[in-house]
């Protein structure tokens, strides 16, 4: 059975950081595509970074480009978000999405099967 597991969201300041975890089990993150999605209040799940199995390109939207970076720990079979420079508009609930697909490309929304974590919230407040 695939399971995801994030873990990490909390209550953090204005320009503060963060760091998400999302801990994978059933197959190796090694093999299949994986990435963050978040959902603001009131607003649709929106994918925020991929990191493709395929080319091993990392993918990610303009609005966090340069503040959200995406790794991955191969062993610990754990994929990671650090957010920086956190802003009220970064506040919702970050999921970890996987392609059940191996060796498929980006975007994680556009896979045909995909495993979700139950999500962690991050909130951003003055």
């Known amino acids: 059975e695939v399971q995801l597991v994030e873990s990490g969201g909390a209550l953090v300041q204005i320009g503060g950081s963060l760091r998400l975890a999302c801990q994978v089990s059933?197959?190796?993150?090694?093999?299949?595509?994986i990435g963050w999605f978040r959902q603001a209040p009131g607003k649709e799940r929106e994918e925020i970074i991929c990191?493709?199995?395929?080319?091993?390109?990392?993918y990610t939207k303009d609005s966090v480009k340069g503040r959200f970076i995406a790794s991955l720990d191969i062993g610990a079979n754990t994929i990671y978000l650090r957010l920086n420079e956190l802003q009220p508009g970064d506040t919702g609930v970050y999921y970890c999405?996987?392609?059940?697909?191996?060796?498929?490309?980006?975007?994680?929304?556009?896979?045909?099967?995909?495993?979700w974590g139950k999500g962690t919230p991050v909130t951003v407040s003055s």
């Open positions: 999405a996987a392609d059940q697909d191996p060796f498929e490309d980006c975007w994680i929304r556009d896979a045909r099967d995909v495993s």
């Open positions: 059933g197959f190796s993150i090694r093999d299949h595509s």
């Open positions: 990191m493709g199995s395929r080319d091993h390109g990392t």
